[in-house]
């Protein structure tokens, strides 16, 4: 598991390496020091720490209240100051900042710990919780744009173009820092085999478009291996998987499409199964439960309109 990266903003070189050497003692990564706001800045930028010591004293032109003030602006990495002594206009100046705490010098390292810790936490909490937001206001979205296509009158289903679907996908991807989103279709051949082909795609910078792949169209499941896919997706179960847990029979459509993990939920029209959405990821990670139930609603909403009659 990789160290909590820490920044020291400390204009005393002894007391800064007196910091650096307990906290390596803790187990943190010390990304690095800086004697001023200003060097700091320019540094964080770069090193993009976990979290930053700000001695809130600076004797420089930017004290540590500004410069703190700036991290959480540019930055939103959580700072928590070092202080000996701090009057009441200095700590109301500091609470604009929204500190992840103070550190009374000469501090104490079970004290140093367990605030940093605490800090570390805090903040993982309110990203987390800032995602879910996110992801449940694409969502929100994806609403409204059901809503209003719902309104054109129809006696068939609802036709899409690319510009449909970005307006529904693109809010999503957004939201989830996903690399790529693709909708996959069932059909039926003239031998009656029922085939699969990837007929929309939303792709984030980094991500190479893989619709026009041949491939990818018309293919079975059992060709690319993923026939449990099938099985999970029928009974309208969700497929969660990386690229590491695949076996290998199964890692046909990631490494077709440049990805390593993925989030694979059936879609179903008027409870038939018409086909699957998938999320999917440049690099693996894991999805919380609440993007993981905000993507089941997606794919809901997605049968909902495209059986719209």
């Known amino acids: 598991m990789e160290k909590p990266a820490i920044f020291i903003v400390e204009d005393e070189a002894i007391v800064a390496n007196d910091i650096k050497e307990t906290l390596k003692s803790l187990g943190y990564d010390v990304r690095g020091i800086a004697k001023s706001g200003e060097i700091a800045l320019e540094k964080i930028k770069e090193l993009k720490p976990d979290l930053v010591l700000m001695d809130i004293h600076l004797s420089t032109q930017m004290d540590g209240v500004e410069t703190a003030g700036k991290i959480h602006v540019l930055y939103n990495i959580p700072v928590i100051y070092l202080t000996a002594y701090a009057d009441k206009a200095l700590l109301d100046r500091a609470k604009v900042t929204e500190p992840y705490g103070y550190i009374i010098k000469p501090y104490d390292e079970r004290e140093l710990h367990s605030v940093i810790e605490m800090a570390l936490y805090k903040h993982r909490i309110e990203r987390e919780i800032k995602k879910r937001d996110d992801v449940l206001f694409a969502v929100s979205s994806a609403v409204e744009?059901?809503?209003?296509?719902?309104?054109?009158?129809?006696?068939?289903?609802?036709?899409?173009?690319?510009?449909?679907?970005?307006?529904?996908?693109?809010?999503?991807?957004?939201?989830?820092?996903?690399?790529?989103?693709?909708?996959?279709?069932?059909?039926?051949?003239?031998?009656?085999?029922?085939?699969?082909?990837?007929?929309?795609?939303?792709?984030?910078?980094?991500?190479?478009?893989?619709?026009?792949?041949?491939?990818?169209?018309?293919?079975?499941?059992?060709?690319?291996?993923?026939?449990?896919?099938?099985?999970?997706?029928?009974?309208?179960?969700?497929?969660?998987?990386?690229?590491?847990?695949?076996v290998k029979d199964e890692n046909q459509l990631f490494d077709l499409l440049g990805v390593k993990c993925g989030i694979i939920l059936p879609i179903f029209i008027h409870d038939n199964f018409w086909g699957f959405i998938g999320f999917f990821d440049l690099a693996e990670r894991t999805r919380s439960a609440d993007e993981i139930e905000a993507l089941r609603i997606t794919a809901n909403l997605l049968g909902a309109a495209l059986g719209y009659r």
Request: hydrophobic content about 45%; aromatic content about 10%.
């Open 145 to 246: 744009w059901l809503l209003r296509i719902s309104r054109v009158e129809s006696h068939v289903p609802r036709d899409f173009n690319a510009s449909d679907i970005r307006d529904i996908l693109e809010p999503v991807g957004l939201a989830l820092d996903a690399g790529a989103i693709g909708i996959f279709k069932t059909d039926t051949d003239p031998a009656g085999r029922e085939t699969v082909s990837l007929i929309y795609e939303w792709g984030c910078p980094a991500y190479a478009s893989s619709l026009y792949k041949p491939e990818l169209r018309q293919f079975t499941f059992n060709a690319l291996g993923i026939s449990r896919w099938h099985d999970l997706l029928m009974k309208g179960d969700i497929v969660v998987a990386t690229m590491s847990s695949l």
